[in-house]
């Protein structure tokens, strides 16, 4: 398995990864529209390249014998000290390979790299992630609705886990 960074020349995986995770992961949890919506806020064109290039998102690969199968963006000092996992999604044959485990392992050894002592991340309520997270020692710290306009809410646990230097 290999971890690379991304850049704007994997939109198209991107995308097709995210289109293939999140009717997994939330086609029973919210509706058609606003699945929709969300894709497009996220993952549109505009949306990848401003995360990528104005909001300082770091995006990473992760494959198997050159065959991207899943993603990973974060921001470093998201708040002093605290790096955010935005997203993290493996492709559905890929779950349970470890594929997830090495994807947040990069992303909390680049928190480190950094001096952030803490990686946070919010997941919807309903999302089955949320024991992949827990395994891999993020607790939950709370719940949160965010309004992401449209008039949908993000309705999320927000998770932490304390990096041990």
Do not use: C
């Amino acid at each position: 398995m290999e971890i690379r960074k991304a850049s704007q020349e994997d939109y198209t995986t991107i995308f097709e990864i995210a289109n293939v995770t999140w009717d997994n992961a939330y086609k029973s949890i919210l509706s058609e529209a606003q699945l929709e919506y969300m894709m497009d806020m996220m993952y549109s064109p505009s949306a990848f390249t401003e995360q990528l290039n104005i909001k300082g998102h770091h995006f990473l690969m992760a494959s198997i014998d050159g065959k991207d199968l899943g993603f990973a963006s974060y921001e470093l000092n998201y708040r002093y000290g605290v790096t955010k996992l935005h997203k993290l999604y493996v492709l559905p044959q890929t779950q349970g390979t470890g594929m997830g485990h090495a994807l947040i392992t990069a992303v909390e050894n680049a928190a480190k790299a950094n001096g952030n002592e803490t990686v946070t991340l919010n997941v919807n309520r309903f999302n089955k992630a949320i024991h992949f997270y827990e395994k891999n020692g993020y607790a939950n710290t709370g719940a949160v609705d965010v309004n992401i306009g449209n008039g949908y809410l993000m309705e999320d646990y927000v998770m932490e886990k304390s990096l041990s230097f």
